[in-house]
């Protein structure tokens, strides 16, 4: 049960980390045409757009290892699983390759994001963006979608030692925003964003919109839900 309103939550907070996928940017388009050239390279079947939404979210090596995995298993290949681990290593080159080339030009921004975000800095919140995409190509879209100069800090899955939905990130975040994890609201569109929140201390609202897993976002322990996020002020 909801006991405090989203715009309250907002009030409640010094600051907010926003996630980037699925959240602030609908990047599918990106990630199908790097994992389809990527497959090209490997010689590999291609894999249907609709199904690399579920596996987005827990980083580029989580991503290859469930495409790999799905289309070797398709081939009829046993082990699938060990075979797509032992192929990472090439997979992750060619597709960081491609990704670099494609960045931000099969994606766009959701509806409400600059208004959300105006809103938040309106009202003297500190921003940063905290995504699993590697920091690199996450400071890159963001100044593709103007979106670069609304936070003090960008850090990917690359940044720390470990990814959401591990507490870290965010825990080294609030350290970089000089802000407690209490005053630090987390903005996400998966159950990784909310588990890696309640593990850091933070309050969660999560976004309806986004890409969780294949799974009912109204279904996730979240502190409240937005259908966009301009719903935030
Ligand atoms: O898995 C990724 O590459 C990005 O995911 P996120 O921006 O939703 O954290
Ligand atoms: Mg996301």
Redesign the pocket.
């Known amino acids: 049960m909801t006991l405090v309103s989203v715009p309250q939550l907002v009030q409640q907070s010094t600051a907010a980390m926003i996630?980037?996928?699925?959240?602030m940017v609908d990047t599918i388009g990106d990630f199908a045409k790097a994992v389809d050239a990527m497959l090209q390279d490997l010689r590999l079947p291609a894999i249907d757009a609709a199904r690399i939404e579920n596996m987005?979210?827990?980083?580029?090596e989580?991503?290859l290892v469930s495409v790999l995995t799905c289309v070797l298993g398709e081939r009829g290949q046993e082990d699938a699983a060990a075979q797509a681990e032992a192929l990472l290593p090439q997979a992750l080159e060619s597709y960081q390759r491609h990704y670099e080339r494609i960045n931000g030009q099969y994606s766009r921004a959701y509806p409400g994001v600059v208004e959300g975000l105006e809103a938040l800095q309106a009202r003297g919140l500190k921003l940063a963006c905290?995504?699993?995409?590697?920091t690199a190509f996450?400071i890159e879209l963001l100044a593709a979608k103007g979106l670069r100069t609304y936070f003090s800090c960008v850090f990917g899955?690359d940044a720390f030692e470990r990814k959401?939905p591990d507490p870290m990130p965010l825990l080294k975040t609030c350290e970089a925003l000089g802000t407690t994890p209490a005053q630090t609201l987390m903005v996400?569109?998966?159950s990784?964003?909310a588990r890696a929140a309640h593990a850091a201390g933070c309050k969660v609202v999560l976004v309806t919109y986004?890409?969780n897993h294949g799974e009912p976002i109204r279904g996730v322990d979240a502190d409240g839900f937005v259908d966009s996020l301009a719903e935030l002020a």
Do not use: E, F, I
């Not at 996630?19 to 959240?23: E, I, K, P, Q, V």
């Not at 905290?130 to 590697?134: A, E, F, I, V, Y």
């Open positions: 996630d980037l996928d699925g959240t987005v979210g827990k980083g580029s989580h991503l905290l995504t699993n995409k590697p996450a899955g959401k996400g569109d998966s990784n964003d986004g890409y």
